[in-house]
């Protein structure tokens, strides 16, 4: 028997430990050991764990009912959270498809934007990124950087028109010579995660809806890492002003308890699909579309942000990021150091850089003994914990990354 990992060579691979519970921002192990989970469980968890709230409406709805064919039949928990989205997000996204992670909200997205936009051909081409990280199905992988995450794969995938993120000149010159043939471009707007929490500024954001929108092309948000308040707003293209054709959202929606997703659309691309004849509708679903347990739990967490202010305590997390700051910025190795609502980040220059650097596990190793546990991104450290994370514990939490780094950094 084997449990295979994500993400992981298996050989000679033991785990860091056995999580027995896990309460609010910390993990137990069953060696006794306490650690602060310093990356939300990759990026999911917001409100904690084993949040009361929403344990109770798991619980109360696993006794209502399970999953529903909703290919048929409604259901209130996918209905009222579809309301609820749709009210939360900017402008006229008012149409919820559910799917079950971030990558399929991506390739739903792609899917919608192929069909509805790609007028039988004649634009045959979507605009991705540099660096860019979608997921890791097929489609996901075709619109990301092509790097170490998917060399595997690289002659399976679709080609795109791959644009230098945050390069408005750039995308300008494309947009103008080639708008007219792109169906979609898709970004991760103003933090890109898995490419090293590289920021981008909301005004390249919202230049870049201009373009899309001037050249006909749909403008696809990634907010599957962003969205639900990580930035410091609800969702980062709010920050921009902007309004994408399709936001795919994903990780925060259940609060990290249970997986969904959607793919929420503005009302010219729904009424695209509409017509007397099946063939132009929307062909896609999964087994677990609009499940009633993972709405419910998604119910309960979105009610949050509003019950426990959770925005102002984002705030309140990039304020004591930026008290910390002029500390890291000591150390002469430690470069780019940035934050954005609940997340902290800088790079350690003068080793091989990239994913597979080995400089920022040497610091993770040494925070972990500390009682703190952040995965690096090669040479890129971060630190995104939970929004209930209690303002002592993070203080505690950049002490001991600073310490950490400081001895790395120092050892050369
Ligand atoms: C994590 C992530 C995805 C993929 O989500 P999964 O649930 O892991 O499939 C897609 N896009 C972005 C921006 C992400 O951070």
């Given at each position: 028997?084997?449990?295979?990992?994500?993400?992981?060579?298996m050989e000679g691979?033991?785990?860091l430990?056995?999580?027995t519970?896990?309460?609010?921002?910390?993990y137990h192990?069953s060696?006794?050991?306490?650690?602060?989970?310093?990356?939300?469980?990759?990026?999911?968890?917001n409100?904690?764990?084993a949040?009361p709230?929403?344990a109770?409406?798991?619980?109360?709805?696993?006794?209502?009912?399970?999953?529903?064919i909703?290919a048929?039949?409604?259901?209130s928990?996918?209905?009222k959270?579809a309301?609820?989205?749709a009210?939360?997000?900017?402008g006229?996204?008012?149409?919820?498809?559910?799917?079950d992670?971030?990558?399929t909200s991506?390739e739903?997205?792609l899917?919608?934007?192929?069909?509805?936009?790609g007028?039988?051909?004649?634009?045959?081409?979507?605009?991705?990124f540099?660096?860019?990280?979608?997921?890791?199905?097929?489609?996901?992988?075709?619109?990301g950087?092509?790097g170490?995450?998917?060399?595997?794969?690289?002659?399976?995938?679709?080609?795109?028109?791959?644009?230098?993120?945050?390069d408005l000149?750039?995308?300008q010159?494309?947009?103008t010579?080639?708008?007219?043939?792109c169906?979609?471009a898709?970004i991760?707007?103003?933090?890109?995660?898995?490419?090293g929490m590289?920021?981008?500024?909301?005004?390249?954001?919202?230049?870049?809806?201009a373009?899309?929108?001037?050249?006909?092309?749909?403008?696809?948000?990634?907010?599957v890492?962003t969205?639900w308040?990580?930035?410091?707003?609800?969702?980062?293209?709010e920050q921009?002003?902007?309004?994408?054709d399709?936001?795919c959202?994903?990780?925060?929606i259940?609060?990290g308890?249970?997986p969904?997703?959607?793919?929420?659309?503005?009302?010219?691309?729904?009424?695209?699909?509409?017509?007397?004849?099946?063939?132009?509708?929307?062909?896609h679903?999964?087994s677990?579309?609009?499940?009633?347990?993972a709405?419910?739990?998604?119910?309960?967490a979105?009610?949050?942000f509003?019950?426990?202010n959770?925005?102002?305590r984002?705030?309140a997390m990039e304020?004591?990021?930026r008290?910390?700051m002029?500390e890291?910025?000591?150390?002469?190795?430690?470069?780019?150091?940035r934050?954005?609502?609940?997340?902290?980040a800088?790079?350690?220059?003068?080793?091989?850089?990239?994913?597979?650097?080995?400089?920022?596990k040497?610091?993770?190793?040494?925070?972990l003994?500390?009682?703190?546990y952040?995965?690096?991104?090669?040479?890129?450290l971060y630190?995104?914990?939970?929004?209930?994370?209690?303002?002592?514990?993070?203080q505690?939490?950049?002490?001991?990354?600073l310490d950490?780094?400081?001895?790395?950094?120092q050892?050369?």
């Open positions: 028997m084997s449990l295979w990992h994500p993400f992981t060579q691979f033991t785990p430990g056995q999580v519970e896990a309460k609010g921002a910390f192990l060696d006794g050991r306490r650690l602060l989970d310093g990356v939300s469980s990759w990026w999911v968890n409100h904690g764990h949040h709230k929403i109770a409406a798991i619980a109360a709805q696993a006794e209502r009912f399970d999953q529903v909703l048929d039949f409604g259901h928990p996918a209905r959270l309301e609820q989205v009210a939360m997000l900017p006229d996204l008012n149409h919820v498809f559910y799917s992670n971030g990558s991506v739903v997205a899917k919608m934007a192929m069909q509805g936009n007028q039988g051909g004649e634009r045959p081409r979507i605009v991705a540099t660096g860019a990280y979608h997921g890791d199905t097929i489609g996901a992988m075709s619109v950087e092509r170490v995450f998917n060399r595997p794969w690289w002659p399976f995938l679709f080609d795109v028109d791959l644009l230098p993120y945050g000149e750039a995308a010159v494309y947009f010579e080639q708008g007219h043939r169906a979609a898709i991760e707007p103003l933090v890109q995660g898995a490419a590289v920021f981008s500024t909301p005004e390249y954001l919202a230049s870049l809806s373009l899309c929108s001037n050249a006909g092309a749909w403008l696809i948000a990634d907010e890492m969205g308040g990580r930035t410091g707003s609800l969702f980062a293209v921009a002003g902007v309004v994408p399709i936001i959202l994903s990780k925060g259940t609060g308890t249970l969904l997703s959607v793919t929420v659309a503005r009302d010219e691309v729904y009424e695209g699909f509409l017509g007397p004849s099946k063939s132009e509708a929307f062909l679903g999964h677990y579309t609009g499940n009633p347990l709405c419910s739990a998604a119910l309960a979105l009610s949050l509003e019950e426990e959770t925005l102002n984002v705030a304020s004591r990021y008290a910390a002029p890291f910025a000591k150390l002469s190795r430690v470069t780019q150091l934050c954005r609502g609940g997340i902290f800088f790079n350690i220059a003068g080793g091989e850089g990239g994913y597979l650097d080995p400089i920022g040497r610091v993770t190793q040494l925070a003994k500390q009682g703190l952040i995965r690096p991104l090669g040479n890129v630190l995104m914990p939970p929004f209930c994370v209690g303002d002592e514990d993070l505690d939490a950049l002490g001991i990354l950490a780094t400081t001895q790395v950094v050892d050369g």
